[in-house]
């Protein structure tokens, strides 16, 4: 939910990943309920400016690539509150979703440019080139991909500043639960990097607003 900021700025198997369409492994930290802080860069040209970052999974459907949650920015300068959106994701499983997007502007070139960005994806890269990634099989893989997409504001009105017309491409870690995440939106500064830890530690006193979904 970044601020509205304009810039003008041969296929190889891989170990691990046969073809097969099969579903990424089930992982504990990736399921409903669990929460996850950090921060999200949103600095442009102009200035360095980071939010501290909530998110909470509120649903997660690996049989049919689905997950959804809320995203909560804590410290955003023109808000008087913590501005909270609902997102839906999509998991990157070759069965239901490709790493080629396919809409919200998103060409296949913008594709390659932000999961390169990722250091656990060039080994799929050359397979993706060719088909998206359909031919892989990325059950034995221990990050998960997945995109991102804001559907509304859940406890301000859209006339806050702040845009949700993007969407994050996002790599989850089955190992420790880190998130990584770049904000695609062309009216916006891109690669804008979301960063979050899961709160699995009871101890670690992450403390998320309750808010009612719609």
Not at 66 to 80: F, I, R, S, W
Not at 184 to 209: A, C, T
């Amino acid at each position: 939910m970044p601020v509205r900021v304009v810039d003008t700025s041969s296929p190889s198997q891989v170990s691990g990943t046969t073809a097969g369409n099969t579903l990424p492994p089930p992982c504990t930290l990736l399921s409903v309920g669990q929460s996850f802080s950090g921060t999200q860069n949103v600095s442009s040209l102009q200035k360095d400016e980071a939010w501290r970052v909530n998110v909470r999974i509120k649903g997660c459907d690996l049989d049919h690539g689905y997950l959804c949650g809320t995203m909560e920015a804590l410290n955003v300068p023109m808000a008087d509150t913590p501005v909270v959106t609902f997102w839906e994701g999509e998991i990157v499983d070759t069965k239901n979703y490709t790493f080629f997007t396919g809409k919200w502007g998103a060409t296949a070139e913008d594709d390659i440019k932000h999961w390169t960005k990722f250091p656990s994806f060039p080994p799929l890269l050359s397979q993706v080139e060719v088909d998206g990634g359909k031919s892989l099989d990325l059950s034995n893989y221990p990050y998960i991909f997945m995109r991102w997409k804001e559907q509304y504001f859940v406890n301000v009105g859209p006339d806050c500043g702040l845009t949700i017309a993007g969407f994050y491409y996002v790599c989850f870690s089955c190992n420790d639960g880190s998130i990584n995440g770049f904000y695609y939106d062309p009216n916006s500064s891109p690669f804008q990097k979301l960063e979050l830890k899961s709160n699995n530690d009871e101890k670690s006193g992450f403390r998320f607003s309750t808010y009612e979904l719609q």
